[in-house]
């Protein structure tokens, strides 16, 4: 039998398995939709919630429904679209099958920028972005300076971005104690959750989201190009670092943004690209698959998340933890990531 | 044992020597500052007084015999425990980037340390932060132990495909221990409540607020792990060496790997069981202790205890002083200086190819 289905999988074309990822991951999206939607303290029925999600007819029902659960459920989607999107790309330009923003050390420096913002100033949420993306690019600097000296070999660079990771975090335990105030809050966030985010916290998410992905579209072929060897690029006219550069930016805009409403949420900017590569069947896809289907696997899994975070009561960042430590020992195990 | 001439042995004795002094010194000047420098200010000679006579009813004497000695004194024996973990596991795996922390040992230890606390609040007793119960609380180290070896394992059989090759070993730990941290964060979480910002202070790392009771509870067990560092001594300098050549040698070398990497689990995870895990003081101490101590097996273990004494004691002191009343846990301080020593390492390791 599932030899049988095996042999079923390989015989479809690129396109038609892409057609199937992109429909498995919206149909577990609108599955997350029914159960977020329906799910909760308070009992809406579904058809009763479709109806309120259309039309607000000032109900209790209608509040718990319109300020509550969707742009929650918004939230979770333009997050994961968010991570899987920087991820794909940062595996690109780092020509790094590990690349992850949060393994770059980019989501540690840039919570620590945002929870230094948190602690001693009071900022409106636009301005502790623009603090998470300076800690996020000084952060993704760091590792890639040190990096750089490997030739951005991938198992020394991630080791360098966990170190990374590890040195903000105990940085933002210092921090927290020295300031003295009330931290519970910033430890909550720090866990990395999407409880009680509203339509604030969507408007900020879906310009950047849109943005890289239309960005990110438009220089697939660069990004494809990329896994070329430098000399080769070179000799192409291609500008390798310019474009690097311009994607980093991109990169940590998305990660400092997923961090800025959600909080550190880690090892779903690894996973995504993987799973679409595993479920197309080959490594080498174009960008311009690659990029949309991750984004949209990216969101199915933190929907997902966040649903079964709504049941426990656990922090969204936890469940994304327990999910991609494993692929990441499972990727670190594999022959194709090159000896160190 | 390779013959020295004695010229160069007797040279290098005398410096071993020096160095020794010198360790001890210090080592004895930072017991000191720890005793008698602190939030609350007091003259020395009273507190000295106190130290001496210890009379229940003055303060000087209760500051001193209920705060500052058993806190001072826990530090000696988490220091050198964590050193000498650190130590082991570094010639064991023959990995100079491996420590406690790194392996997963700390965050095994602390998985199980936070289940057996969620365990015991259920039970209605409370181990950790109200100490009234110390039955409850000699079994930390026993379950912290149990976790250790568990997370341990699971890392190195994860790495043992790829021949426990540095980076992979370091990586597959990193991984694991994020998980775990996740389950405790997760743990915490659902259980804390009100508790959640002690426990997580907790799992940074800290002396603060610790009294004779987890000295109590850890001597046994620091005593076990020395008493067996002493019996691996010989072992330990051939296991530094090539399999087939330990092997010639008559060494049985998986069994003396492996009661190592226990002996090594129950040094470091008696310590996180009650102070919480402190980062990379396994680590950078057997590296530090090597520029002092030269190749000689016995003196380096005995300069690496040392010198994990005064890191511990010298980060627990920069903790509650640099922002005193106020405390960093001492974990979040090793951690920072750590990671710049360990990435260090890391580049070496990788300038060398191996």
Same mark, same amino acid.
């Given at each position: 039998?599932?030899?049988?289905?095996? +042999?079923?999988?390989?015989?479809?074309?690129?396109?038609?398995?892409?057609?199937?990822?992109?429909?498995?991951?919206?149909?577990?999206?609108?599955?997350?939709?029914?159960?977020? @939607?329906?799910?909760?303290?308070?009992?809406?029925?579904?058809? $009763?919630?479709?109806?309120?999600?259309?039309?607000?007819?000032?109900? +209790?029902?209608?509040?718990?429904? $319109?300020?509550?659960?969707?742009?929650?459920?918004?939230?979770?989607?333009?997050?994961?679209?968010?991570?899987?999107?920087?991820?794909?790309?940062?595996?690109?330009?780092?020509?790094?099958?590990?690349?992850?923003?949060?393994?770059?050390?980019?989501?540690?420096?840039?919570?620590?920028?945002?929870?230094?913002?948190?602690?001693?100033?009071?900022?409106?949420?636009?301005?502790?972005?623009?603090?998470?993306?300076?800690?996020?690019?000084?952060?993704?600097?760091?590792?890639?300076?040190?990096?750089?000296?490997?030739?951005?070999?991938?198992?020394? @660079?991630?080791?360098?971005?966990?170190?990374?990771?590890?040195?903000?975090?105990?940085?933002?335990?210092?921090?927290?104690?020295?300031?003295?105030?009330?931290?519970?809050?910033?430890?909550?966030?720090?866990?990395?959750?999407?409880?009680?985010?509203?339509?604030? $916290?969507?408007?900020?998410?879906?310009?950047?989201?849109?943005?890289? @992905?239309?960005?990110?579209?438009?220089?697939?072929?660069?990004?494809?190009?990329?896994?070329?060897?430098?000399?080769?690029?070179?000799?192409?006219?291609?500008?390798?670092?310019?474009?690097?550069?311009?994607?980093?930016?991109?990169?940590?805009?998305?990660?400092?943004?997923?961090?800025?409403?959600?909080?550190?949420?880690?090892?779903?900017?690894?996973?995504?690209?993987?799973?679409?590569?595993?479920?197309?069947?080959?490594?080498?896809?174009? $960008?311009?698959?690659?990029?949309?289907?991750?984004?949209?696997?990216?969101?199915?899994?933190?929907?997902?998340? +966040?649903?079964?975070?709504?049941?426990?009561?656990?922090?969204?960042?936890?469940?994304?933890?327990?999910?991609?430590?494993?692929?990441?020992?499972?990727?670190?195990?594999?022959?194709?990531?090159?000896?160190? | 044992?390779?013959?020295?001439?004695?010229?160069?042995?007797?040279?290098?004795?005398?410096?071993?020597?020096?160095?020794?002094?010198?360790?001890?010194?210090?080592?004895?000047?930072?017991?000191?500052?720890?005793?008698?420098?602190?939030?609350?200010?007091?003259?020395?000679?009273?507190?000295?007084?106190? =130290?001496?006579?210890?009379?229940?009813?003055?303060?000087?004497?209760?500051?001193?015999?209920?705060?500052?000695?058993?806190?001072?004194? #826990?530090?000696?024996?988490?220091?050198?425990?964590?050193?000498?973990?650190?130590?082991?596991?570094?010639?064991?795996?023959?990995?100079?980037?491996?420590?406690?922390? /790194?392996?997963?040992?700390?965050?095994?230890?602390?998985?199980?340390?936070?289940?057996?606390?969620?365990?015991?609040?259920?039970?209605?007793?409370?181990?950790?932060?109200?100490?009234?119960?110390?039955?409850?609380?000699?079994?930390?180290?026993?379950?912290?132990?149990?976790?250790?070896?568990?997370?341990?394992?699971?890392?190195?059989?994860?790495?043992?495909?790829?021949? #426990?090759?540095?980076?992979?070993?370091?990586?597959?730990?990193?991984? /694991?221990?994020?998980? =775990?941290?996740?389950?405790?964060?997760?743990?915490?979480?659902?259980?804390?409540?009100?508790?959640?910002?002690?426990?997580?202070?907790?799992?940074?790392?800290?002396?603060?607020?610790?009294?004779?009771?987890? #000295?109590?509870?850890?001597?046994?067990?620091?005593?076990?792990?020395?008493?067996?560092?002493?019996?691996?001594?010989?072992?330990?300098?051939?296991?530094? #060496?090539?399999?087939?050549?330990?092997?010639?040698?008559?060494?049985?070398?998986?069994?003396?790997?492996?009661?190592?990497?226990?002996?090594?689990?129950?040094?470091?995870?008696?310590?996180?069981?009650?102070?919480?895990?402190?980062?990379?003081?396994?680590? /950078?101490?057997?590296?530090?202790?090597?520029?002092?101590?030269?190749?000689?097996?016995?003196?380096?273990?005995?300069?690496?205890?040392?010198?994990?004494?005064?890191?511990?004691?010298?980060?627990?002191?920069?903790?509650?002083?640099?922002?005193?009343?106020?405390?960093?846990?001492?974990?979040?301080?090793?951690?920072?200086?750590?990671?710049? /020593?360990?990435?260090?390492?890391?580049?070496?390791?990788?300038?060398?190819?191996?």
């Amino acid at each position: 039998m599932s030899r049988h289905l095996v +042999d079923t999988w390989a015989d479809f074309s690129l396109t038609s398995r892409a057609v199937w990822i992109s429909g498995l991951s919206l149909v577990a999206i609108g599955a997350t939709l029914i159960g977020s @939607l329906v799910w909760g303290d308070y009992g809406v029925s579904f058809s $009763h919630a479709l109806e309120l999600v259309a039309y607000d007819d000032g109900s +209790d029902a209608a509040f718990v429904i $319109h300020e509550i659960r969707f742009p929650r459920l918004l939230a979770a989607m333009l997050v994961g679209s968010a991570l899987g999107l920087s991820g794909a790309i940062v595996q690109a330009i780092t020509r790094n099958p590990l690349g992850e923003p949060g393994l770059l050390g980019v989501t540690a420096g840039a919570s620590f920028a945002m929870a230094f913002s948190m602690t001693f100033f009071s900022l409106p949420t636009s301005a502790e972005l623009a603090f998470g993306t300076v800690g996020g690019i000084s952060a993704a600097a760091l590792t890639l300076a040190i990096g750089m000296k490997a030739r951005l070999d991938p198992l020394y @660079l991630t080791l360098t971005g966990m170190s990374v990771n590890l040195f903000f975090g105990a940085a933002i335990i210092v921090m927290l104690v020295s300031a003295n105030i009330e931290v519970n809050g910033i430890y909550y966030w720090l866990t990395g959750s999407l409880v009680n985010r509203t339509w604030d $916290h969507v408007a900020i998410l879906w310009p950047w989201v849109v943005s890289g @992905l239309i960005l990110g579209l438009f220089g697939a072929g660069r990004l494809d190009a990329l896994i070329l060897d430098e000399d080769v690029l070179a000799s192409l006219g291609i500008r390798v670092t310019t474009w690097r550069l311009l994607f980093g930016v991109v990169v940590v805009m998305l990660a400092a943004v997923a961090v800025a409403a959600a909080g550190p949420i880690t090892f779903i900017g690894l996973v995504a690209p993987h799973i679409v590569r595993f479920g197309l069947g080959t490594q080498g896809v174009s $960008h311009r698959i690659l990029l949309p289907l991750s984004a949209l696997v990216g969101a199915a899994l933190v929907c997902a998340a +966040d649903l079964a975070a709504k049941w426990q009561e656990v922090p969204v960042g936890i469940l994304c933890v327990l999910l991609g430590g494993p692929v990441l020992v499972y990727l670190v195990g594999r022959r194709e990531v090159s000896d160190a | 044992m390779l013959s020295v001439p004695p010229a160069i042995a007797s040279r290098s004795d005398r410096r071993y020597a020096m160095g020794l002094l010198f360790l001890s010194a210090l080592l004895a000047l930072l017991v000191l500052a720890s005793l008698f420098f602190g939030a609350v200010s007091l003259p020395a000679g009273d507190l000295f007084t106190g =130290l001496v006579s210890r009379q229940a009813s003055s303060l000087e004497s209760a500051l001193v015999w209920q705060l500052r000695l058993p806190r001072t004194l #826990l530090a000696v024996l988490v220091g050198l425990q964590f050193a000498t973990a650190g130590l082991i596991l570094q010639a064991v795996i023959r990995n100079p980037l491996a420590d406690p922390g /790194v392996i997963g040992v700390s965050s095994g230890a602390g998985l199980a340390v936070v289940a057996l606390l969620l365990v015991s609040d259920m039970a209605g007793a409370d181990p950790l932060i109200g100490t009234n119960q110390p039955s409850m609380m000699a079994w930390l180290p026993v379950a912290a132990l149990f976790g250790g070896l568990a997370a341990a394992s699971l890392v190195l059989a994860m790495s043992w495909r790829a021949k #426990l090759c540095p980076i992979r070993l370091t990586l597959n730990g990193v991984a /694991v221990g994020a998980v =775990l941290n996740a389950l405790v964060m997760w743990t915490i979480i659902v259980w804390g409540g009100a508790r959640t910002e002690i426990a997580l202070i907790w799992l940074a790392g800290s002396l603060y607020g610790r009294d004779f009771l987890h #000295l109590q509870v850890l001597w046994p067990w620091c005593l076990v792990g020395i008493l067996g560092t002493l019996a691996l001594l010989r072992p330990l300098s051939l296991l530094r #060496l090539d399999d087939a050549v330990s092997a010639s040698l008559g060494m049985r070398g998986l069994f003396w790997r492996v009661t190592a990497i226990i002996v090594a689990v129950i040094l470091a995870a008696s310590a996180v069981a009650v102070t919480g895990p402190i980062g990379f003081v396994g680590l /950078v101490t057997p590296h530090l202790s090597r520029l002092l101590a030269g190749p000689d097996e016995r003196s380096l273990i005995v300069v690496n205890m040392m010198v994990g004494s005064i890191l511990m004691l010298s980060a627990d002191l920069l903790g509650r002083s640099l922002i005193s009343p106020l405390e960093i846990p001492a974990g979040a301080l090793t951690t920072l200086l750590g990671i710049p /020593v360990f990435l260090l390492l890391l580049h070496r390791q990788r300038r060398l190819g191996i």
